[in-house]
């Protein structure tokens, strides 16, 4: 009986340890894609820490409406490619401000203006910084 409930307990810290290793890896994927569309001072932030719904957070900044949908178009290509579908998104370009939801991983894609006036990376400065790319 002890054995088995040790087995239990092992597997499932086990599933959870991939579970992380897997929102870590969706958040790096994001970051490449926003790389590759060029997208500005992108971050990503673990807010595993500070946050109860997300593990990690990545934000970025395009120059214009149409670098805001070539970073998300690229953001959510690259990840349906691997299976990874948002589960919900706001905002739109147009906006200035679009979030992609994917679970544990939330994904910003921002207008200048509205990363400044929203300072999402002030508001999570007590997450701790994985990278920064300028």
Request: one cysteine or more; aromatic letters at 8%.
């Amino acid at each position: 009986m002890f054995v088995s409930r040790c087995y239990v307990i092992i597997t499932l810290e086990s599933c959870l340890e991939e579970m992380k290793l897997e929102a870590i890896e969706i958040a790096r994927i994001a970051v490449a894609a926003a790389d590759e569309k060029q997208a500005r001072d992108i971050v990503l932030l673990d807010a595993r820490a500070v946050c109860g719904f997300a593990d990690y957070f990545v934000l970025c900044t395009g120059e214009s409406d149409r670098q805001l949908r070539a970073i998300l178009d690229e953001i959510e290509h690259v990840l349906k490619k691997t299976g990874v579908v948002p589960h919900h998104s706001e905002g739109s370009a147009d906006s200035g401000w679009v979030l992609l939801d994917y679970g544990a991983v939330i994904v910003h894609v921002f207008a200048p203006e509205e990363r400044d006036y929203y300072q999402l990376d002030r508001l999570w400065s007590t997450s701790s910084p994985v990278l920064r790319i300028q």
